[in-house]
């Protein structure tokens, strides 16, 4: 049985599937096996697979119509034998020593269920992206699933490892967020709240940044975000100021994506909620402003 079981789930990636398995393969820590499962490809994905299915044993190869990432993830953990479990999408990539640096935390500390790091951004054709923020909130160990959700912390898919137990307490992937994302969220909030999460501050993998990509679907990604804040904070009394605060850094946290890519009204826009969910929230009163003037300076009305 290999150490680790690393899941590729993709969707037309011909393009970069070659460079994410690479990446596995060139890992300096060699006991992993790696599943892909390919959720309906239509491009040349099944004719660049078939050199690596020719020449490692440790590559298993499944096909399913097209269902979702999380439905495909789902279906390779339960083909997957690996004591711990690591996610890579095909058009990602890996530093050389991710998993060795996963796997000797996950070793020495049976407390830690989830260890994960840095990510790079990656345009499409490779070319780096500025990162200077990209530790700012990730920076965060121990038991933190309510910052999860109030987005104090983020986990970046890509360097996550975590233990087969933890799957096994908490479930499988919620196939209900299958299509419209942030099911790799979910399951990271499911086990934060069983088990320690453990942070490096390394780079520990590339994130390609595509136009087509599911996490730019705004109407998708939102429906998934509340139905994650309904899943496990139904509208009730007792529940009404944490929700009220993850609505808040949900949409502030839409609408510093808008700002960066300067579509300033819809940051705008979101700010506005963000602040009518929780008007204490002083970070989207300051990112408003800023917005706003960088609006204007455009010669924008900023309530079109």
């Not at 390919?38 to 099944?46: C, I, Y």
């Not at 070793?107 to 992206?129: Q, R, Y």
Request: net charge positive; glycine share 6%.
């Amino acid at each position: 049985m290999k150490k680790v079981s690393v899941i590729i789930a993709t969707y037309n990636c011909a393009e970069y599937i070659s460079e994410a398995i690479d990446s596995v393969i060139s890992q300096t820590f060699q006991d992993f096996e790696i599943i892909i499962v390919d959720d309906g490809s239509t491009d040349d994905t099944r004719k660049i697979l078939d050199h690596y299915l020719n020449n490692y044993d440790n590559i298993k190869y499944i096909y399913q119509e097209n269902q979702g990432p999380g439905i495909a993830r789902n279906i390779a953990i339960e083909n997957s034998k690996g004591e711990y479990i690591a996610f890579l999408d095909a058009d990602d990539m890996w530093f050389q020593d991710r998993l060795e640096i996963g796997v000797k935390i996950l070793d020495e500390d049976s407390e830690i269920g989830l260890v994960h790091g840095i990510d790079i951004n990656l345009l499409a054709n490779g070319k780096l992206i500025n990162n200077n923020q990209k530790t700012k909130r990730n920076k965060l160990s121990g038991y933190i699933a309510d910052d999860l959700l109030l987005r104090k912390i983020h986990i970046n898919g890509g360097t996550v490892l975590f233990r087969r137990e933890c799957v096994k307490k908490v479930g499988l992937i919620d196939e209900n967020l299958s299509k419209i994302g942030v099911e790799d969220r979910d399951l990271w909030y499911r086990i934060a709240r069983e088990y320690k999460v453990k942070f490096v501050n390394k780079p520990m993998a590339y994130y390609r940044v595509r136009k087509n990509s599911m996490s730019k679907n705004y109407e998708n990604m939102m429906r998934a975000r509340y139905y994650l804040v309904n899943k496990y904070y139904p509208e009730g009394n007792s529940n009404k100021i944490i929700r009220k605060k993850i609505f808040s850094s949900m949409h502030m946290y839409f609408a510093d994506g808008y700002s960066w890519r300067k579509k300033y009204q819809n940051a705008i826009e979101d700010y506005l909620i963000s602040i009518k969910f929780n008007p204490l929230n002083l970070r989207s009163y300051l990112h408003l402003i800023k917005t706003m003037i960088k609006k204007i300076l455009l010669g924008q009305n900023c309530f079109l």
